[in-house]
């Protein structure tokens, strides 16, 4: 065995022993006879070191050219753009491929990106040589060289549409269908060029999780298209990251649509008993109480508004403030709710208080989970709590926390002793179910009263009761559903 051979077993590549030996002979005929096969066959194993990689999750930028295999996921389009000095257009197409390692996206030019657009699919494995960078996106690839490799595998399953899980940072031509949460009102900025910008937002969500969806310019009108709990699909979004977290871009080539489908989000919330201070978490119960919306003046002049209400579960209860448009989000009592990123703060006499800002979202759910919590029919909803106010308020707010306890009357967990009917008299009652377990809790509209039924009654429906009266509540022996 010679040494060119020696030097080539001792070497863990990809690379073909002829093409490995045709570069050993071309580095001996570029030293001019200074070095033998064997140096020569020693630079070369040095230089592929150098250059292979174990995994895409192993490219960084500043590496001088690497190598490496990379199964193609999507296939952007072919775009073009003016060069400085030269009268031929430029011509570029980025690629995802991905390994068993992670994904990345390679940039092909000129030829190359022509020669893609032709003949590349998706599922192709790909031998790839080019120079790392940062890219908008994280780490790319400008490719110098790429061939096909029909007899190399990589473990990746190629994807027509994406759950919220399946989500990674770089991707594109993303295809995903989601449940909507809640949606923003369209916002306008100015860009460096002076031209004025447009964005709006909102939630999706899936089986697997929810993401936050950014549209832009023509694109975000779409977010006033769609009320929450219908089905869209994103259509060529990409995946970038805000503040530690992904979000779902659309722009001008991708859109959102309504599907016919039903896609399940189930979230995953926490115990109100068990919120700490500072937490940001997702929490969600009966809506027990409701403030009237208020404004106030922030310290820069501009005016901000916020409404509180009050969430119950079957562990303890927790007042929300909604800021901004959060405030106009449509929640009456007896809504089952749930909220998402709500920062845990101080309230009102130390009381922990839910802050839901431009990152949280309201979605009021058409179901609560059996059993739900609502009002306490003995604990009630006093007055004093009405009268705590707008409790804690976001940075920079200043107004009157002390709001009126007129109207507590009205979500008082029981009518008043003057309105009580005579025990053993039987009483028919129909109201909307807004406390679930034991004793249900029915209002309607004027007045609470409180039940007891070994009926399983579900927050949020209309029922009529009938049974006599012992203590104040009505001891149901007939259950009626309203239909209307």
Not at 32 to 55: F, N, S, W, Y
Not at 89 to 95: A, I, K, M, Q
Not at 108 to 130: F, H, K, P, S, Y
Not at 464 to 475: F, K, M, N, Y
């Amino acid at each position: 065995m010679g040494a060119i051979e020696d030097v080539y077993d001792d070497l863990d590549t990809d690379v073909p022993f002829e093409e490995f030996e045709a570069a050993v002979n071309d580095k001996v005929e570029q030293m001019g006879g200074l070095a033998d096969e064997e140096t020569a066959a020693m630079l070369i194993a040095h230089e592929l070191r150098d250059e292979e990689v174990e995994g895409i999750a192993d490219i960084e930028p500043g590496m001088d050219d690497v190598k490496f295999l990379g199964k193609v996921m999507s296939i952007g389009e072919l775009r073009t753009f003016e060069r400085d000095d030269e009268d031929e257009d430029g011509r570029v197409v980025n690629v995802e491929v991905a390994d068993e390692t992670g994904r990345i996206r390679i940039s092909l030019w000129d030829g190359m990106a022509e020669e893609a657009t032709e003949n590349l699919e998706i599922g192709q494995v790909l031998r790839i040589a080019g120079r790392p960078k940062d890219g908008y996106n994280g780490v790319e690839v400008s490719v110098n060289k790429v061939e096909p490799d029909a007899d190399a595998e990589i473990d990746v399953q190629t994807q027509d549409s994406y759950r919220v899980e399946d989500l990674s940072l770089g991707l594109s031509d993303v295809n995903l269908k989601g449940r909507v949460l809640s949606t923003d009102s369209v916002r306008t900025f100015d860009r460096d060029d002076g031209s004025e910008g447009r964005v709006a937002n909102l939630t999706l969500g899936d089986s697997t999780g929810r993401i936050r969806v950014t549209l832009w310019d023509d694109k975000a009108d779409l977010a006033a298209e769609f009320d929450t709990d219908i089905t869209v699909e994103v259509v060529d979004g990409y995946v970038r990251e805000r503040d530690g977290s992904l979000e779902l871009h659309v722009g001008n080539r991708g859109t959102l649509e309504e599907i016919d489908e039903n896609v399940e989000y189930v979230p995953e919330t926490a115990d109100i008993a068990s919120l700490e201070l500072g937490q940001t978490v997702d929490i969600a119960g009966g809506v027990i109480e409701t403030d009237p919306k208020r404004t106030f003046d922030r310290d820069d002049g501009s005016e901000g508004q916020v409404r509180n209400i009050r969430v119950k579960d079957d562990t303890d209860d927790i007042r929300v403030a909604l800021w901004g448009e959060k405030a106009d989000t449509d929640v009456d009592l007896a809504d089952y709710v749930v909220i998402t990123d709500a920062e845990i703060k101080e309230g009102w006499q130390e009381d922990l208080e839910a802050s839901a800002g431009w990152r949280s979202t309201i979605t009021v759910m058409d179901e609560s989970p059996s059993g739900a919590a609502g009002t306490d029919a003995d604990a009630g909803t006093s007055a004093d709590s009405q009268a705590q106010g707008l409790g804690a308020f976001e940075d920079g707010a200043s107004a009157d926390s002390n709001s009126s306890a007129a109207g507590s009357e009205q979500s008082s967990g029981s009518a008043s002793e003057a309105d009580d009917p005579a025990d053993g008299s039987v009483e028919e009652f129909t109201g909307t179910v807004v406390q679930a377990g034991n004793p249900v809790v029915l209002d309607n509209g004027t007045e609470t009263r409180s039940v007891e039924t070994s009926e399983s009654l579900q927050l949020g429906a209309e029922v009529t009761v009938r049974g006599p009266v012992r203590d104040g509540r009505i001891e149901a022996t007939d259950v009626q559903s309203v239909t209307r």
